[in-house]
């Protein structure tokens, strides 16, 4: 993996604006640490897998510009985004002696990211935090846009809060200890931006597919720079979800079921909404919204990332009755009523109920063998 020029995009929130940098090597350049606030003490909360690999260097770092530089390293996976590992946190700032004037940093994938942000929303009531993100998934998504939270048992991400971090650092470097497996799953929220918002950008996808599996550094670069670009544009517009930011959920409703049906962690995250996205393809196919052509367009596209396409059997009785239960769980659901992110044509994308009949079809047909 070769060195990228380093590139910024910025996400316009008025006072709570801030930029998104992107580029290799940004972990041992100071520059990109400037003009962060003074700080009594500053905790860097990492995962068992990745402080090893970059905690020390990052503290270092750190270490010139402020007093006192903590470590956490939480315990690795999506079993353990819960109160549990939240509580470690605040064990943590607490035993510290830390107060309002401390700076979280979250340095690792998006549990890491969430749990560390909902931590810095609720800490004394709110203290400000940076992101770091170590993984592509969250490189693209979840570290950027201020949405914080934990899992309940009953549904995914259902507790926290929307707290944005003062700027969010990407380096591409990191990518390089990535578990092929997890690279796959961050491609699953990369592909999401061609058909909700992007053609072009699908079309470079699929050009570009295997560079970015080879880890090419400028494909990777272009393919988080555009999915920053996209996120900072939705996000700008609606901070706090009430109406356009849904979209970013694309493949979300069908892929947070299978998530929590199957048990936190036994699919990553973008695997899950990897399948989830071809499934709400489908359904937007049987809706009239778009036609085979582009459902199989986007399936093939999933397919070679590395994606699942077939859904996994949540219950052997009623399947199909377990993935709607689950589904009803969902932050969209309105009264009952579970709303999907549907392709209305390409690059276009609408928040909409459907007939549970018709979903029970999607189900049955994307979950057989």
Same mark, same amino acid.
């Given at each position: 993996m070769s060195k990228s020029p380093s590139q910024s995009v910025s996400i316009d929130l008025a006072e709570r604006s801030y930029d998104i940098h992107i580029g290799s090597g940004l972990l041992q350049q100071e520059s990109f640490f400037e003009g962060l606030p003074r700080a009594t003490s500053v905790l860097i909360v990492s995962n068992e897998t990745v402080a090893p690999l970059y905690c020390a260097q990052l503290q270092a770092l750190l270490g010139k510009k402020f007093a006192k530089v903590l470590t956490l390293a939480l315990p690795d996976g999506e079993a353990h985004k819960n109160w549990q590992t939240l509580n470690l946190i605040f064990? /943590?700032?607490?035993?510290? @002696?830390?107060?309002?004037?401390?700076? #979280?940093? /979250? !340095? %690792? %994938? @998006?549990? +890491? @990211? &969430?749990?560390? @942000? *909902?931590?810095?929303? =609720? *800490?004394?009531r709110g203290v400000p935090f940076v992101q770091i993100p170590t993984t592509l998934l969250s490189q693209v998504d979840s570290s950027v846009g201020g949405k914080t939270g934990i899992n309940h048992p009953l549904g995914k991400n259902m507790i926290g809060a929307f707290h944005q971090p003062l700027r969010v650092i990407c380096d591409l470097d990191t990518l390089k200890t990535l578990p092929q497996r997890e690279l796959s799953a961050g491609l699953a929220e990369v592909i999401k931006y061609g058909?909700? $918002?992007?053609?072009? *950008?699908? &079309?470079? #996808?699929?050009?570009?597919?295997?560079?970015? !599996?080879?880890? &090419?550094?400028?494909?990777?670069?272009? $393919? +988080?720079?555009? =999915?920053c670009e996209i996120k900072a544009w939705v996000v700008a517009q609606d901070e706090r979800e009430g109406g356009l930011r849904a979209i970013l959920n694309f493949g979300h409703t069908f892929g947070h079921a299978i998530e929590a049906g199957m048990g936190y962690g036994n699919w990553l995250h973008g695997e899950a909404v990897g399948c989830g996205m071809v499934m709400a393809a489908q359904l937007s196919q049987r809706l009239g919204l778009v &036609?085979? $052509? *582009?459902? /199989?367009?986007l399936q093939a596209l999933t397919l070679r990332a590395g994606l699942p396409v077939v859904g996994p059997i949540l219950n052997g009785t009623d399947n199909a009755g377990r993935y709607l239960e689950l589904m009803r769980l969902d932050k969209k659901s309105d009264a009952g009523e579970i709303k999907f992110v549907l392709i209305d044509g390409p690059s276009?994308?609408?928040v909409q109920g459907a007939p549970d009949a018709l979903v029970r079809e999607v189900i049955d047909a994307c979950c057989q063998a």
């Open positions: 064990d /943590a700032l607490l035993q510290h @002696g830390c107060d309002r004037k401390t700076l #979280l940093v /979250a !340095l %690792g %994938g @998006g549990v +890491v @990211g &969430d749990m560390t @942000g *909902f931590a810095a929303a =609720s *800490f004394m058909p909700i $918002a992007d053609l072009q *950008f699908m &079309d470079w #996808l699929e050009q570009n597919m295997d560079h970015l !599996l080879a880890r &090419d550094v400028e494909a990777l670069a272009h $393919a +988080v720079r555009r =999915s &036609d085979a $052509a *582009f459902v /199989a367009r276009k994308a609408r």
